[in-house]
């Protein structure tokens, strides 16, 4: 089973920046595309960035031009960065990556546990 642990999260002041990583770990043969969600109480989870194998990158609209999502195959490891940091993105974040095959056939997704982010103003 893909275990995936976030790293990274905690209080940044408002205007701020924080990076995060998460690391897969566990019986894969390789990962597919790896992403960034977050979730506040109350409201459904969104997409932050979500990155390919070929570092093809896409970004949710509430933190595009402010986010920077990268990866390292070799590590098998997942990276966002954030700046500009707001009270309104203070939210649990979640890693996810995709399971593929050696011949790229998508068969699972995976969830770390979450890192808590909280913005103060």
């Not at 990076?19 to 979730?39: E, K």
Request: aromatic share 6%; net charge positive; charged share 15%.
């Amino acid at each position: 089973q893909v275990q995936l642990v976030e790293s990274g999260g905690g209080v940044v002041q408002a205007g701020g920046s924080l990076s995060l990583s998460c690391a897969a770990s566990g019986s894969i043969f390789r990962l597919g595309a790896m992403g960034w969600y977050r979730q506040a109480p109350g409201k459904q989870r969104e997409l932050v960035g979500v990155i390919t194998r070929g570092s093809t990158t896409n970004y949710g609209d509430s933190v595009k031009g402010r986010s920077t999502v990268s990866r390292d195959n070799a590590k098998n490891t997942v990276y966002l960065q954030m700046n500009s940091l707001k009270p309104e993105d203070t939210a649990m974040y979640y890693c996810n990556a995709d399971e593929i095959t050696g011949s790229g056939v998508r068969v699972g997704s995976h969830w770390g546990q979450g890192t808590q982010v909280t913005v103060s103003s």
